[in-house]
């Protein structure tokens, strides 16, 4: 429950903030200047923060959307990511936000009409490409949708836009804005998926492996493309089992057709990101073992990465065409896939 | 360790009674006060003698992580007098510097929560926000001794448009602040709580047995640091065990000893 609302003055009386204000009748509200005051000092602490974190109400001013990092692309002629929310209600230890910011209270950007026309404008600048666009970079796309009503306001843009692709990137169950409406074949609701055991222990707060499963199986049934995302793959022993056993059930349960892709990737972080989590979390093992620096980034040990992907790889070929499964590997420069992404 | 800053002694003297605090008796530049778990300084009133009072603290007494209290009373526009409150914004009227203390515990029910000013002069023309003379400089200086979260201040309302300030007396303070040392105590246990658990896996390793018997570089020993922490979280065993070989001569060979071993070192899954 969110019990304090920092709100920047410029957008106190804009509709979408009243109508959150209100969903919070008993958070204390604070008016500030710009979001940055609150969230941007740097002896906060992170952890901390996450016991009891404030909703920040702020306004985007630009750069709303943005490139991905290009060994991050997709094979499609563009891609972008963008960021209506800073921050996310779980708490798994792998995250990279944690690392990245000093404060873990949420910071929701309420002019989303504003990325919608952002998102229109890259699209205008080359109208017959495939272009991707992504969602859940700075925190979970789905998790506060009851709260920002996001997914509502962003997904009928591209309903008049069938070369451009939303992905919406989740490990949540708040699909009812989705299950209320049409699918539509160039939104992919994405979800990452990890063992229970590794769920368990290192995802805490989000929903569990069953409850994200149930969710994609009535995304199926309502017609919403879905996508697999195991990642950050998590070295451990037994990870095989583990994997193996979680992979099987998902393609059990969820129909080939429905599937639009799957991504591998083992768990890596920019090495100032990977030094403020273990700051935080010094005795996570799971965060500890197997992992050596390359290129600024901290990964597994080649041998160790090589394998897990090998493996995980090895298991979902037995369910799905080569051509829509992606793998990152520290090693390359650029998303390992034999065809386009779409 | 709580530390606890406070402009005047009858605002402390309620603490030193309820905390059981015993004075220091050596002659320092502030009266401190102690027991095993509270530090409480009386720094005098307005923004230099609390800047001084706080560095001082944090100098003399230098636990890694503390709680930072600032306790005091306060005007207040719309508060009643005797009413308590937790800063959520303190703002310095001179610079116009502000700051937010994050709100991470769930209050006590009776304490309030405010916006802040500190003034350099009594203020009287009251507005829906506290004043006081020293929070901005407490919270400045105590910054640099502990994450935002561990310094919080803590007013009692002692003066409104409706009660002047040129009344009140030392008493009357004292008396204030009596009447809510449970609801502080409150704050203070819930934010003890809160470190307890923010640094409950953070313990500084033990690196003299390794020191002691190779030398290790700058460089090495850091490595040896992050090393050994990553040891610690994976395997539960004492790395020297596997170092009794006498072969081992050089630091660099116990980092490459110990490396090797963890690097195909599974780690269990534990919940």
Partial sequence: MISMIYIEREIALHPRTQKICAQFPKAQHVLIDRYTEVFNPKNQNFRAQKENPALILAYKHEHHVLAVPESYGLGASAHYYFSHLLNCPYDCRYCFLQGMYSSAHYVFFVNLEDFNEAIRAKIHQAPNQEQWFFSGYDSDSLAFEPVTCFAQTCIPLFEEYPNAYLELRTKSTQIRSLTHRMPLKNVIIAYSLNPDAIAKALEHKAPSLEKRLQAMESLQEHGWRLGLRFDPLIWHQDYQHHYQTMIEMVFKRLRPEAIHSVTLGTFRLPKTFYKNIVRLYPKEALLSAGLEEYNSTITYEKNIETQMLHFCKQVIEHYIAPEHLFQYSSSLTSLETSAAYA | ?271
């Avoid at chain 2, 009660?163 to 007396?169: A, D, E, H, P, Y």
Wanted: proline letters at 4%; charged letters at 20%.
């Fill in chain 2, 1 to 271: 360790m709580i530390k606890l800053l406070i402009a005047l002694g009858a605002e402390a003297k309620p603490f030193i009674a309820y905390f059981k605090l015993k004075k220091i008796e050596t002659p320092t530049p502030f009266k401190l006060y102690r027991n095993d778990a509270v530090e409480l300084v009386t720094s005098g009133s307005g923004r230099i003698s609390m800047a001084a009072a706080t560095a001082w603290l944090g100098g003399v007494s230098p636990h890694a992580r503390s709680i930072w209290l600032n306790v005091g009373t306060a005007g207040h526009g719309q508060f009643e007098v005797g009413a308590a409150c937790i800063a959520h914004k303190v703002q310095e009227a001179a610079s116009k510097r502000v700051w937010y203390p994050p709100q991470v515990i769930k209050n006590h029910s009776s304490l309030l929560s405010t916006e802040l000013i500190t003034v350099d002069q009594v203020h009287t023309d009251y507005e829906n926000v506290a004043y006081d003379m020293e929070a901005s400089a407490f919270i400045a200086t105590a910054h640099r001794f502990a994450n935002a979260e561990f310094v919080q201040s803590l007013k009692i309302i002692s003066d409104t448009p409706y009660s002047s300030v040129s009344l009140l007396t030392p008493a009357a303070l004292s008396s204030y602040i009596e009447a809510h040392l449970m609801t502080i105590e409150h704050t203070v246990n819930a934010l003890v709580d809160l470190h307890r658990k923010v640094y409950q896996d953070v313990s500084s390793i033990n690196l003299t047995p390794f020191l002691n018997r190779w030398r290790f570089t700058t460089s090495q020993h850091y490595q040896l640091s992050e090393t050994l922490r990553r040891w610690l979280a994976v395997r539960h065993d004492d790395p020297l065990d596997i170092l009794c070989q006498p072969s081992i001569k050089r630091a660099a060979e116990v980092l490459q000893l110990l490396n090797t071993t963890l690097k195909y070192e599974a780690p269990k899954v534990t919940v």
